[in-house]
Nanobody, 123 residues
Framework: QLQLVESGGGLVQPGGSLRLSCAAS????????IGWFRQAPGKEREGVSCISNGGGSTMYADFVKGRFTISRDSAWKAVYLQMNSLKPEDTAVYYC????????????????WGQGTQVTVSS
């Protein structure tokens, strides 16, 4: 069974950094694009970043460009989201999701989801 598990969330001060991990269980990510989404209380889920199945294409939301970096490991078992210069408005539950091949900014187009990891940016 295909499963995704996020980790790496926590409490960090403004300006700090966190590295989120999305680990695949039961499959490798060779044929899947992995997207990171986030959802803050009272708000809709929004796309943050995505990396294509080959790793050759990445996407970033404007509000994280220059601060966040998405990458995947060489064994095609995990995807990472390095988050730097964090702001209070980055506070949310972060989810990773998988879909075949190419990236999409719409959460409705993803087939598999992790359980989420909480990121809180506060002094």
């Amino acid at each position: 069974q295909l499963q995704l598990v996020e980790s790496g969330g926590g409490l960090v001060q403004p300006g700090g950094s966190l590295r989120l991990s999305c680990a695949a269980s039961g499959f490798t990510l060779d044929y899947y694009a992995i997207g990171w989404f986030r959802q803050a209380p009272g708000k809709e889920r929004e796309g943050v970043s995505c990396i294509s199945n080959g790793g050759g294409s990445t996407m970033y939301a404007d509000f994280v460009k220059g601060r966040f970096t998405i990458s995947r490991d060489s064994a095609w078992k995990a995807v990472y989201l390095q988050m730097n210069s964090l702001k209070p408005e980055d506070t949310a539950v972060y989810y990773c999701a998988a879909r075949r091949y190419s990236c999409s900014g719409s959460p409705d187009e993803y087939d598999y989801w992790g359980q989420g990891t909480q990121v809180t940016v506060s002094s």
